[in-house]
């Protein structure tokens, strides 16, 4: 399985974005798909992650009721709404995938198959 992120860009504070992670190359039945992110100067971070077969979610605390997470089998994508956009959640967005069941689920050493980051700017 093959992930390719998409959908970062420029938005002004307050604003909204929706990233896209496609899976090609397989299927994501049997993997929870996550999203990490990494500021300039920090450590990449968990955000946010959805159990392709089932829906279990969790979101970290410091993006909760500002995103949301899900899935479209159809498209075989995983999206991430992120509404109220700060400053802070300026970073190069990562998804990722994993089969960790959920007590580590946070944990990126857990991660194996990852997409390419797309940039996240909130600047006015």
């Known amino acids: 399985v093959q992930l390719q992120a998409s959908g970062g860009g420029l938005v002004q504070p307050g604003g909204s974005l929706r990233l896209s992670c496609a899976a090609s190359g397989g299927t994501l039945n049997s993997y929870k798909v996550g999203w990490f992110r990494q500021a300039p100067g920090k450590e990449r971070e968990f955000v946010s992650v959805i159990q392709w077969s089932g829906g279990g979610i969790r979101y970290a605390d410091s993006v909760k009721g500002r995103v949301t997470i899900s899935r479209d089998f159809a498209k075989n994508t995983v999206f991430l709404q992120m509404n109220s956009l700060k400053p802070e959640d300026t970073a190069v967005y990562y998804c990722?995938?994993?089969?960790?069941?959920?007590?580590?689920?946070?944990?990126?050493?857990?991660?194996?198959?990852w997409g390419q980051g797309t940039l996240v700017t909130v600047s006015s």
């Open positions: 990722a995938a994993t089969r960790v069941v959920w007590g580590s689920i946070e944990n990126q050493e857990y991660y194996g198959i």
